[in-house]
């Protein structure tokens, strides 16, 4: 899996569907932001992130681009963390060489 990069929904030529990752709810700015994808990948191999807010209260789905440096950086915080997070995931369930032996000795026994 590539790495995700933040990226600005404004500056790209992708219009169409995107699936949305997570939501979010500030409640110090009484925003709710979602994070989403077009799953195109960057120059560099990662998979672009648009993020964006909404008045979840008015029950619009509409879109509006952030503000603010602390906005962005809000969001490339928690995009961190949850790369962070999904990576460690994986990484714990990843099999060790007993894992195998164990499925191969199932396997035997299964047979006799």
């Keep these: 899996m590539g790495r ?5 929904v404004r ?21 709710s932001y979602v994070l989403y994808t077009d799953h195109s990948i960057d120059e560099e191999g990662n998979i672009n ?9 008015r029950g619009t789905e509409e879109l509006y681009p952030l503000e603010s440096d602390e906005e962005w950086k809000m969001m490339e915080e928690i995009l961190t963390e949850v ?14 060489e007993e894992d ?6 199932n396997e035997k026994n299964q047979l006799n």
């Design 100 to 105: 195998f032996l164990q499925v191969d000795l």
């Design 11 to 31: 500056k790209s030529k992708t219009m169409g569907n995107f699936e949305a990752l997570f939501t979010i709810d500030n409640e110090e700015n009484e925003r």
């Design 49 to 57: 992130v648009y993020a964006s807010f909404f008045d979840g209260s």
């Design 4 to 8: 995700w990069k933040l990226a600005d």
């Design 83 to 96: 790369e962070r997070g999904l990576q460690e995931g994986l990484e714990e369930e990843e099999m060790s």
